[in-house]
């Protein structure tokens, strides 16, 4: 499985950005996607998935209401809508595929994700 993120760049406070991340590979249409990012010095922590079906989503309470995440699976891809960027959303964002067939939340937890793209850098200014 090869997972591409792209999308990234340099904006300002309150400007959107939209992050795709395609794959190849397998069966898109029966993986859960997350996205992940780590900030400098930081650990990498959780931000958003999605199930197979796009019934079920998830997020981290730090981007909930400005982040929006969606797949379509007839282009094996799945977006992160960022609206309102802040600084503190500045960092290397990756997404990560996991086999689950499964119609309910994915996991939040790094460790179950199988796959990662090589990450694409967001940085928001002041």
């Known amino acids: 499985v090869q997972l591409q993120a792209s999308g990234g760049g340099l904006v300002q406070a309150g400007d959107s950005l939209r992050l795709s991340c395609a794959a190849s590979g397998r069966a898109f249409n029966r993986d859960a996607m997350g996205w992940f990012r780590q900030a400098s010095g930081k650990e990498r922590e959780f931000v958003a998935a999605?199930?197979?079906?796009?019934?079920?989503?998830e997020y981290a309470d730090s981007v909930k209401g400005r982040f929006t995440i969606s797949r379509d699976n007839g282009k094996n891809t799945v977006y992160l809508h960022m609206y309102g960027l802040i600084p503190e959303d500045t960092a290397v964002y990756y997404c990560a595929s996991l086999f689950y067939v499964l119609d309910r939340a994915p996991p939040r937890t790094e460790s179950r994700y199988e796959y990662w793209g090589q990450g694409t850098l967001v940085t928001v200014s002041s």
């Open positions: 999605i199930n197979w079906s796009s019934r079920f989503t």
